[in-house]
């Protein structure tokens, strides 16, 4: 069975500051690795989705890496800002299989 | 596009009731959706996927008599849960998957989850 683990499970930073979330999973044999983000009381917004094959995806101020062989993924959120704080979830996905395991999550804060 | 609409938002009532959630593609038909729970500072466990036009699969652990799965058509599935009690208090999340050629390769697309309180 998939185990996905977050650390930290909250994360307080002042405004302008980077953040790294990490991301480990336990088997290997991942199709891909997705990352959320979770707004209180709402459902998910996909932020980025990683295939197995690649090692990093951008978007504006997110980057998400992922190595296969030890596990990880990480993401890093550049120039922090208020707005971003929410709970920031990752999700993989093993090849043969249909269904997401997710983190419990990275509660992240930017204070003003 | 992609959208995902989940109704209620917010429901509380009192134990022994049924409830009914609805999970709707807007401009997209899903094929499959998928119904997770969710409790406090814990990640989305997967309660059940269905497949429109057939019985749902659920997960281990899940009672399918209790919680009901119905996706009768390309853009609705429900999820009833049956003679609700406190311990069944918890934020359920629906996500769809488009259909057609490739479809096992789609993303899910999430709802906006629903807030059940059984008193």
């Known amino acids: 069975k998939q185990e996905v683990t977050q650390i930290p499970a909250a994360l307080s930073v002042p405004e302008g500051e980077n953040l790294v979330l990490n991301c480990s999973f336990t088997d290997s044999a991942i199709y891909n690795l997705q990352w959320f983000r979770q707004d209180p009381g709402k459902g998910l917004t996909s932020l980025l989705l990683?295939?197995?094959?690649?090692r990093e995806q951008t978007s504006g101020r997110l980057n998400a890496s992922l190595d296969k062989s030890s596990g990880r993924s990480t993401l890093y959120i550049a120039a922090s800002q208020p707005g971003d704080s929410a709970t920031y979830l990752c999700a993989v996905r093993l090849v043969g299989d249909y269904k997401l395991s997710f983190g419990a999550g990275t509660t992240v804060t930017v204070r003003a | 596009g992609a959208v995902v609409s989940q109704h209620p938002s917010w429901v509380i009532c009192k134990s022994g009731t049924s409830v009914k959630i609805e999970c709707r593609s807007l401009?997209?038909?899903?094929?499959?959706m998928f119904w997770y729970r969710q409790f406090p500072k814990q990640s989305l466990m997967l309660m059940a996927t269905?497949?429109?036009?057939?019985?749902?699969?659920?997960e281990q652990g899940v009672e399918k008599d209790k919680f009901l799965i119905n996706h009768a058509s390309l853009t609705l599935s429900t999820l009833t849960v049956t003679s609700a009690h406190p311990e069944d208090s918890s934020f359920y999340i629906c996500?769809?998957?488009?259909?057609?050629?490739?479809?096992?390769?789609?993303?899910?697309?999430f709802g906006d989850g629903t807030r059940l309180s059984i008193l």
């Open positions: 401009d997209f038909q899903a094929t499959t």
């Open positions: 996500s769809a998957r488009v259909g057609g050629t490739g479809a096992a390769n789609q993303p899910q697309h």
């Open positions: 269905s497949n429109e036009g057939s019985k749902a699969t659920y």
């Open positions: 990683i295939q197995s094959s690649q």
